[in-house]
Structures are given as structure tokens and as C-alpha cells.
């Protein structure tokens, strides 16, 4: 009886300490996860082989898709690069967001809250690293006081428009290239994706969660691309030499000339694809992986022009390109990889958009969204319902709007299937059934009035007047080169 006592005591003292191992190995176990949000530049949403691509491969993001989730349904915060970084940063749709133009230094305001600053609220150390496009030196709307602890890479973005400047930014200090000759020499792309390796490597080393926004500028014009890449591709497609642009806008908007601009296109692309892979590789090696979240998606929809979206189907079966409010201009690839949380291989149809982010994240960093935000969290699509505890929320609407070079106001709602386009002010909708129409080819706005008398309420409650768009006096001459 004895030695049955003094066994059991054993046992239970034995399960004690086993569950208070248990509970100090979950007590070590970082509560929040880390997240890295890649994003292209003006990649289309059939960019990518995982999305329909033909004409190059990219097997380092089919990788990526393959052990996560492939989205068939998301959009970008707009068709254009300044506006849609705004929707993304700041979780307000384009009705809403501060930044609505698109020349390159509008800047964010001091109460502007973005999602860098509400992870850094609850502990994340927070990096930028890449394009900004939302503040130029000097105003309120650097990356350093929008949140970011470290900032490396292009602060306006005409200076992203080039890949051999003189020099990045570092925080808010001149980045010196040495070499770089605005032709030839130290590759931004290459640089910005060692800075962001750097920081992964750091923050190994630490307790704190971290939020990595790498904001890349391929494949964006202009066309250059350093020859270990572009040889693959030289010769492989029927080219039209490219002469270089000569625009005399007050900026050094003049891009290089490029004898094979497809090739150059696909070499690009490419790179980019394997870089994003190195990252991945990294994080496997640093033991990060699975504590970490991972996105890929671009900005907007492909751009016309030498680089032949047409050629490479690089919007797939959509209509239209960047500036378009056309599917096209707006619907991305994304790709969200988390091993052990995300199904691997999984491909979801959800409806969702920029906006979405900064609610998706801080509900996962265990913090609340502002209570501004127009985006909803994606927690429960990404994880699955039932590990999220609820079924996924739906938008009653996304709504776009782009003041295409202050020209005419581009407007665009969209409502379960339908989309509504409106090309201008005053111009009566167009009315499409992305079901049964996802090139929007026929616009079926004269059979359906009642959904499109619905959808003019939408975009007049939607529409909100943008605080001034005030531009910082442009760079004069080739500074930027």
C-alpha cells in the first residue's frame, strides 16, 4: 500500500513537473507572429506562373503558393502606386485614404495612423525597406514618423522609377551608391532585397515580433536589369527596341533605352522570383518560419507600354491596366504562406482588399484595429473558421476612386458579383456581372436600373473630399540620377 502510495505521488509529482515544462515551453513560445508583406511593383495578376503565366516561369513564389494559400479575389487599394500604398498603410479605401494623387510626394499627415505604427504600438519592431512613395524628405510623411523604426530604400517615388541612382535613403540620411552612374553599377533591386536579409538576420537575434513591409520596385519602368539575368531571356521573343522617354514634366522622368524590352521584362520578373525565394530560404535558416507570416502581392495591375503586358497576358483574362479601374487595374495575385497555420496548397475565393490588412494583422498581433479602418479582417479566411473561432465577415462593398492625373475621377464599386465603373464625373455607370463576365465585356447597365440606381448611392455615401494634395517642390535636372 506503501509502495502503490508512494508510486502515485511519483506519478502525479512526475505529471506536475511535465505540465509546468509544458507551460513554460508555451510561455517562451512567441504569442504574436511575425510578418514580412512583400509587394511588386506593377505586376498583373497573371504575373506569375502560379496565376496563368506562359511566356517565364517563376518557381520560388509557385513554391510559396503551393505551401500556402493562393487568393483568386483580392485588390489592390487602387490602380495606382501612391493611393494604393496609402489603402494599404492606412486601412482607409480610396474614398477615404489621405494619399489620392499620384506624383510622387503627397505626403501622409502626423495624424495619419498607419499599420506600422499600431504594430509598433504592442512591441513589433517595424522596418521599411524598399519604395515608400508617401512622404519626401523633410515632410510628416517619412517612414520614421509613420511608424517604422528602420527605413531603407526610395522616399519619392520617381526615384523608384530608377534602378542605378546615386543614391538610396537611410532613415532619413543620403545612402551613397558608390559607382552607380544612373545606367550601371550597384542594382538597387539587389541592394534593397541584402538590406531586408540584414534586417531578418537581426531580428533572429531578438524576443520581439518584427513587421518587415518590403515594398520592391520591379518590374515598374525603367527597363534595366543586370545581364546575369537578362541573358537567359535575350533572343527568346520578338522585340521592338525600345528608345527611352524624354518627358519634360519637372522630373528626371527619362527612362533608358532597352534594345529587348520583353526580355528584359521577363529577366525582371524573374530575379524578383528568386529573391523572394531567398527570403524564404532565410527564414527557414534563421528558425523563423513558422512563426512567421508571410504575403506576396503587387501594388496594381500591369502598366502598358514597352514592356507589352499584351505580349505576356499579364493581366490574364481582365480588362485593362494600371490608371484602369477595369479588373485588370485593380485585381492582384496574393499568396499568404504561414507553415502550421495556413493550409498548404489551399486556393481561396474570398472577396478582399488592401484595406483588409491592417485589421488582419493587428487582430493577429492581439491588438485592435482604429476604429476608422474600412478593412475587415482576414484571420478567419487565412486560418480557417473554425481555428478562428467565427465565419469569415463579408464587405458590403469595395469601393475604388483615382483622379487620373486630376484629369477626370475615375470611380468603381463593387457589390457581390457586380461591379460598377465610372469613367468620369457625370458619365453614367457602366454595369458588369463578374460572374458571368470577369473580362467585363458587355455592360449590361440598361437591364439592371435598380442595381445601378444602388450603386450611385454607394459612390455618392462613399466619396469623401481628400484633405489638399499638397506636392513638394519637384527635384529639378537628373537629381535623382
Known amino acids: 500500500m506503501v509502495d502503490r502510495f508512494v508510486r502515485l505521488r511519483f506519478f502525479v509529482g512526475l505529471l506536475v513537473l511535465l505540465s509546468a515544462e509544458q507551460g513554460m515551453a508555451a510561455e517562451a513560445a512567441p504569442a504574436r507572429p511575425n510578418f514580412v508583406f512583400i509587394m511588386a511593383d506593377d505586376l498583373g495578376y497573371a504575373g506569375l506562373s502560379c496565376y496563368g503565366q506562359k511566356k517565364y516561369s517563376t518557381p520560388r513564389i509557385d513554391q510559396m503558393a503551393r505551401e500556402g494559400m493562393r487568393f483568386t479575389q483580392v485588390y489592390a487599394g487602387c490602380t495606382v502606386c501612391a493611393s494604393s500604398r496609402s489603402v494599404l498603410m492606412t486601412g482607409l479605401h480610396t474614398g477615404h485614404t489621405p494619399v489620392r494623387g499620384n506624383t510622387g510626394g503627397i505626403a501622409l499627415a502626423d495624424s495619419d495612423i498607419t499599420v506600422a505604427e499600431v504594430l509598433k504600438g504592442v512591441g513589433y519592431r517595424t522596418a521599411c525597406i524598399g519604395k515608400w512613395g508617401l512622404g519626401e524628405h523633410g515632410t510628416t510623411g517619412i517612414p520614421n514618423k509613420q511608424g517604422f523604426d528602420r527605413f531603407f530604400g526610395y522616399l519619392h517615388q520617381i526615384h523608384a522609377h530608377f534602378y542605378y541612382p546615386k543614391f538610396l535613403w537611410d532613415q ?39 513587421f518587415l513591409y518590403l515594398p520592391l520596385t520591379i518590374p515598374h519602368y525603367e527597363l534595366l536589369v543586370p545581364e546575369d539575368s537578362l541573358e537567359e531571356f535575350r533572343g527568346k521573343y520578338p522585340e521592338t527596341p525600345y528608345t527611352g522617354r524624354r518627358k519634360k514634366v519637372g522630373f528626371p522622368d527619362d527612362y533608358a533605352a532597352q534594345s529587348h524590352p520583353k526580355a528584359a521584362t521577363a529577366a525582371m520578373i524573374t530575379r524578383m522570383d528568386r529573391d523572394v525565394g531567398r527570403i524564404l530560404d532565410l527564414l527557414q535558416e534563421l528558425k523563423l518560419d513558422e512563426n512567421t507570416l508571410v504575403f506576396f502581392t503587387s501594388d496594381n495591375g500591369a502598366t502598358g507600354g514597352p514592356s507589352d503586358p499584351d505580349f505576356f497576358q499579364a493581366c490574364g483574362p481582365l480588362r485593362g491596366y494600371k490608371r484602369d479601374l477595369y479588373e485588370g487595374g485593380i485585381r492582384v495575385p496574393m499568396i499568404a504562406r504561414w507553415p502550421g497555420h495556413i493550409k498548404a496548397g489551399s486556393v481561396n475565393d474570398h472577396v478582399w482588399y488592401f484595406a483588409d490588412v491592417l485589421p488582419t494583422l493587428s487582430e493577429l498581433a492581439k491588438t485592435d484595429a482604429p476604429k476608422t479602418t474600412d478593412g475587415l479582417s482576414v484571420v478567419p479566411a487565412l486560418l480557417g473558421e473554425k481555428a478562428a473561432g467565427r465565419a469569415q465577415a463579408k464587405h458590403d462593398y469595395l469601393y475604388w476612386e483615382h483622379p487620373n492625373h486630376y484629369e477626370r475621377l475615375l470611380q468603381a464599386v463593387r457589390l457581390g458579383d457586380w461591379k460598377a465603373i465610372r469613367l468620369d464625373a457625370g458619365l453614367p455607370l457602366e454595369l458588369y456581372n463578374l460572374r458571368a463576365d470577369v473580362g467585363e465585356k458587355t455592360n449590361v447597365a440598361a437591364d439592371h436600373p435598380s442595381v445601378v440606381q444602388q450603386m450611385e448611392q454607394i459612390i455618392k455615401s462613399a466619396h469623401k473630399e481628400p484633405p489638399p494634395q499638397i506636392e513638394p517642390k519637384p527635384p529639378a535636372g537628373r537629381q535623382y540620377q
Request: hydrophobic fraction near 35%; charged fraction near 35%; charge should be negative.
Open 172 to 210: 532619413d540620411e543620403k545612402f551613397v551608391l558608390e559607382g552607380n552612374d544612373g545606367f550601371s553599377g550597384q542594382y538597387t533591386h539587389d541592394v534593397i532585397v541584402d538590406r531586408a536579409m540584414q534586417f531578418l538576420r537581426e531580428q533572429a537575434k531578438e524576443d520581439d515580433p518584427f
